[in-house]
Structures are given as structure tokens and as C-alpha cells.
């Protein structure tokens, strides 16, 4: 099975940066479409979409774009989430995904996606 590891979350004030991280094992990683999501306190798989990539297309959720920036690594099978001027509302536990398609098929759709890290959480103080 695939295994998908998150890091960098952390505690960040509101108009602070992080940057995620997600190392990817067991997969031939530039096949796949990887994702990032997150879930907010509370809300128990309840699940929003943040951004998609693959060798071909990136995707962005309104919600981010101009402030969020996904990239990959295809030698070190990792996958990076830059945050930018980040938000109360960015508060949430982050995932990474990863299913076996072209993201241009599923990019942003939550329930395509087959493995899943067990998320890092950012939380953003006010």
C-alpha cells in the first residue's frame, strides 16, 4: 500500500507562512494526481479541497488561489503546500491524497482520491 507523511504544520499568527510537506512511498508517484485537503475543527470527514497536481495541470480551490502554492518533487516523491498571508479561517488539520489519474479527471473532488496521509494541523491565531 501507498503511505503518505505530512510535516510542517505549526502555529502561525494571521498574514504568517508555512510550508507542508508530504513524502510519498510505495507509489510511482509521477502517475498519480496528488492532493491537498483539510478539515476543520469539528467537522468530522467533512473534507474541503485545496489543490491538485499531477506532471500536467495544477488546480487551485478558489479559497486559495493567489495564497497557496502547490509543487512536487518527482525525485524525492514529495509534495509541498507554500501558505501564504494565511488566515483564522486556514485553521484546520491538512492532508495530503493521492489517486492513480490524471488530475484533470478529479483534481478537487475529495471522494476520488484513494490513499491518504493522517494529516498535520496549522492553526492561525487571530
Known amino acids: 500500500q501507498a503511505r503518505l507523511v505530512e510535516s510542517g504544520g505549526g502555529s502561525v499568527h494571521a498574514g504568517g507562512s508555512l510550508k507542508l510537506s508530504c513524502v510519498v512511498s510505495?507509489?510511482?508517484?509521477?502517475?498519480?494526481?496528488l492532493g491537498w485537503f483539510r478539515q476543520v475543527p469539528g467537522m468530522e470527514r467533512e473534507l474541503g479541497a485545496i489543490a491538485g497536481i499531477d506532471d500536467d495541470s495544477i488546480t487551485y480551490a478558489d479559497s486559495v488561489k493567489g495564497r497557496f502554492t502547490v509543487s512536487k518533487d518527482n525525485v524525492q516523491n514529495t509534495l509541498y503546500l507554500q501558505m501564504n498571508n494565511l488566515k483564522f479561517e486556514d485553521t484546520a488539520m491538512y492532508y495530503c491524497?493521492?489517486?492513480?489519474?490524471?488530475?484533470?479527471?478529479?483534481?478537487?473532488?475529495?471522494?476520488?482520491?484513494?490513499?491518504w496521509g493522517r494529516g498535520t494541523q496549522v492553526t492561525v491565531s487571530s
Open positions: 491524497a493521492a489517486v492513480k489519474t490524471r488530475c484533470s479527471r478529479v483534481a478537487l473532488r475529495v471522494a476520488d482520491y484513494e490513499f
Open positions: 510505495g507509489l510511482p508517484f509521477a502517475d498519480y494526481c
